[in-house]
């Protein structure tokens, strides 16, 4: 059984006097699950020693190179990041990664000895249209590498629809989705019934125990609600809890 992971998602905030925030959820030991927070490229060199896991929310395909402005996973790793992000959906929108992008930045985040946090989930429309299932196939057929494993790679589950909107999709849908997930992962790979497969979009304190409550759901990615100490500690414990 994969360790439950509850992983903060500052998105493009922060300041480094912010930083207190995760002095704050350090202080919060003794609650048997991972905590992580994936920063802004520019916070993460000034968290090493606390007793917190450190994430990246992008990197490069490339190890190096004239890619200017561009961040190499190697270069996240030297500064201490044990995870990275790839595919988030605002990246996909706002900066049109396709999934073959995807599936690259994942392997190079391999190579470097990231843990990847790779990320898929349906737009309003095509749940609407009753497509959830299909898109979910499609990305991870082709945004998850063939070098994925368990040990290497969680799986996050956000529906687009659901990300800082407050609209959380019913326990049914996420089990329905969280189901199909755990059954293409176990197909395709050796060790797929153990990969992390966390959801994403809209969890709160409120929220988070009836999701937790849900097969295959073994953590969440969290945005807004992770930029406050005083806001994740209940999602940690809610998730220690389940
Ligand atoms: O996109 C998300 C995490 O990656 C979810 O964001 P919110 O928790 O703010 O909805």
Request: hydrophobic fraction near 45%.
């Amino acid at each position: 059984m994969r360790r439950k992971l509850a992983a903060g998602n500052w998105k493009m905030n922060g300041l480094r006097a912010d930083l207190t925030q995760l002095a704050t959820l350090a202080e919060q030991r003794g609650y048997d699950v991972d905590v992580l927070i994936c920063l802004p490229a520019t916070l993460i060199g000034s968290c090493a020693g606390l007793p917190i896991a450190i994430g990246a929310q992008d990197c490069h395909t490339a190890t190096h190179g004239a890619h200017t402005g561009d961040i190499s996973a190697a270069m996240l790793a030297d500064v201490g990041a044990t995870h990275v992000i790839t595919g988030h959906s605002e990246r996909r929108t706002d900066h049109h990664e396709t999934d073959a992008i995807v599936a690259a930045k994942s392997r190079a985040a391999h190579d470097a000895g990231l843990i990847t946090i790779i990320c898929i989930g349906e737009t309003l429309v095509q749940r609407e249209a009753g497509t959830t299932l299909d898109v979910i196939d499609a990305q991870l057929a082709g945004s998850v590498p063939d070098c994925a494993t368990a040990d290497n790679t969680v799986i996050a589950y956000e529906p687009i629809w659901a990300i800082g909107t407050g609209k959380v999709p019913t326990t049914d849908q996420i089990a329905q989705v969280h189901a199909h997930i755990h059954a293409r992962l176990t197909a395709r790979f050796a060790d797929g019934a153990g990969f992390g497969i966390l959801y994403g979009g809209s969890v709160k304190g409120d929220n988070a125990a009836a999701i937790f409550a849900v097969p295959h759901v073994t953590g969440a990615l969290v945005g807004g609600a992770s930029l406050k100490a005083v806001d994740f500690t209940p999602i940690i414990a809610a998730l220690a809890a389940s």
